[in-house]
């Protein structure tokens, strides 16, 4: 008799520690994670995978350099992978990225003299790409980063956008046409226009004006990727609320798509930060949690519009900031931190 009351006692801590990210969050969002090949074929990282994450972005597999590296011959070999651990788990997938400066073949604007190519053959050949990933991922990828980072870092720039080979060619209408050609391909995958320091006064409201000007051209642009690459001071919850406002006049599925909180000054999702970090500590690590906490308040109170929030990397070991950034709620140990505590049990975090 004992025994057994001892056991129905036990029941709901059991229960309660059975559940990852994604059972906590059932019916406010999504979470995801973005993976490397590695996350995808250690028995004991996919198992963490599958008990956090509902939603999995592959981290390099799917851009443009990895899937047509030149130009008709397609290696598919990383993006099956990461595709079919989704299938086989039934996860679906966020597709990363359609259209980007990075992380592309120059064969895509440029002729052999490296000449940049006439407008419509630019076209011709971002649209076969497009047509095919898309439609190679159609079954299991409900959403894609159609265009990445199109927004200027020079805050002063008279014109909002980055002056890459692909908008000296085509202007704005690279960017219609990225999202026309992925429509063509799957009508029903959520299009998303995906960029960082997305809190920032000046890059917002030039993402919100871009948007704005597409939808009204009739452009299919469904949603907006707030990259989320944070530091543990900025965004405040006010700048990160206010952005979302902002965002959310406009479209009616915002995704967080690259979450993580690194520990140096530094924010956003150019490559210009140090690796250097800090040492770790146990002040670090509940300010860590701290700030995860007042960002996934903010972020709870906003879940009837943000549909998906997905983590850059499973561990700090994953990390692009690198380990000593201690950016993630896993450590370089995939062991849980107090920011996945906080997390999990949902804690109003406001100081
Ligand atoms: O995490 C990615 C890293 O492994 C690559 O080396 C890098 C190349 O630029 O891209 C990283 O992912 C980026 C993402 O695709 C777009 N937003 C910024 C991310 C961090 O740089």
Known sequence: MRKKVFFFLLLPALQLSAQGLK???????????SVNLRNVTDSAQAALICRNYNSVTAENAMKPASTEREEG???WRGADRVANFCRQHGIKMRGHCLMWHNQIGRWMYEDEEGNPLPKEEFFRRMRNHIHAVVSRYKDVVYCWDVVNE????DRRADNPYRQTPMYRIAGEEFIANAFRFAHEADSTALLFYN???????????????MVLRLKADGVPIDGI???GHYN??????????RAIRLYRQLVHHIHITELDVRASSQQGGDLQFSKDGTTASDSLDERLAAQYG????VLRRHSDVIDNVTFWNLSDRDSWLGAKNYP?????NYQPKRAYDVILQKKDVTQ
Do not use: H, K
């Open 294 to 297: 007042r960002i996934f308040t």
């Open 73 to 75: 011959r397609f290696d």
């Open 23 to 33: 059972d906590a969050y059932e019916g406010l969002f999504t979470v995801g994670v």
């Open 328 to 332: 993630l709620p896993f450590d370089v």
């Open 195 to 209: 960029d960082y320091n997305e809190c920032d006064p000046v890059r917002s409201r030039r993402i919100y004006e």
């Open 150 to 153: 199109a927004i200027t870092d």
């Open 225 to 227: 990727g707030m990259q």
């Open 232 to 241: 543990l001071r900025r965004p405040q919850p006010e700048e990160l609320d």
